[in-house]
């Protein structure tokens, strides 16, 4: 591992205050990749980490450019990265996630085991808190989030996948669980809300897709009507409903599916769209405690469950008023 730093000084629009911010590039063997680090970042708490993972022929400034995750790490406390895939013969940039999408020429690189890499290097340096680290994916970055998290789904908090889909082919479940939010519009022509075929193999609709997910995390199918959002900037009102299934799941785990009504592939999306996926991101975490949950996010180990009202405290790591215990990732009220 190779990792070099570098001091950005940011102006901030306040009379004679300069502001400094921190950079810094990790290599893991396919070239420097840019972390922002947030100024408000200190080394004894906790701070979440979101992985963006661009589309088939983008990369990872260009993703970040469309979705604009950099721009309110700071204001939002999280450590991003957005690295970039392999090219291939073509000169396409690409991840290797699903039969589907996108290793059209059969590299078999190994992305997976990159992307954990790079999470495990950060967490070597920073003050990673383990309860969020997230992914978010586009297109073939959302097959490829899936992958990652079904592959590791001990360190992978929750996915969200902007047009893309998970596996086809019927899989056992993961061996942990992860919260997933798949977003898609219903006018897709690349990657099809029903579901479809690239080069003769088969990816699954959106609905699919969300179903499978909530049946690995132990979720009811039915599926509870959610609140309508405001996505899009060029689609008049809230264009967007929100399916959620998160009723009997297992801790750790749910589903939900964001509709884009006449959503296309890239869809112009509206100022807040990156905020709003931060602020879901940010209540779903690994140990099922809301991020802003008393200032502090309890460890998995304690093997607790979030119940609306409660008070931890880090002082004796116990936790005060109604709890619930999770046994065999069914949580249990005790109070």
Known sequence: MVISYMKLFIFALVPFLLSP????????????????????????????????LHGFRSNGSGQD?????????????????????SVNPEGNTFWNATPACCDFFSSNVDDVGYIKELIDAIKLEYNVDANRVYLVGHSNGGFMSYQVAYNHPSIIAAVVS????????????????????????????????SGGFILGSAYPGAVETVTTWAGYNGCSLVAEEGQTLDLVANLAGNETTSEIYD????????????????????PLLSDSFAQQVVDWLFVHTK?????????????????????????FSSADNSIYTCVRTVENGIPTAIG
């Open 21 to 52: 911010a921190f950079g810094e590039t990790i290599d893991q063997g396919r070239g420097p990749v840019q972390l922002t680090v947030p100024q408000n970042y200190n080394g004894k708490n906790p701070t979440p980490l979101i992985v963006l």
């Open 65 to 85: 450019s469309y979705l604009g995750f950099s721009d309110i790490a700071n204001d939002n406390g999280f450590l991003f990265i957005a690295p970039t895939g």
């Open 162 to 193: 902007l047009a893309g889909a998970s596996h086809d082919e019927v899989r056992p479940a993961p061996a942990g669980q992860v919260h997933t939010l798949q977003i898609h519009g219903t006018r897709d022509p690349t990657i099809r809300f």
């Open 247 to 266: 009723d009997g799941c297992k801790s750790g785990g749910s589903a939900e599916l964001w509709t884009i009504e006449a959503g296309g592939h890239i």
């Open 287 to 311: 140990s099922d405690w809301p991020a802003d949950y008393n200032g502090v996010t309890p460890s998995a180990m304690l093997g607790l469950s979030y119940n609306n009202i409660g008070n």
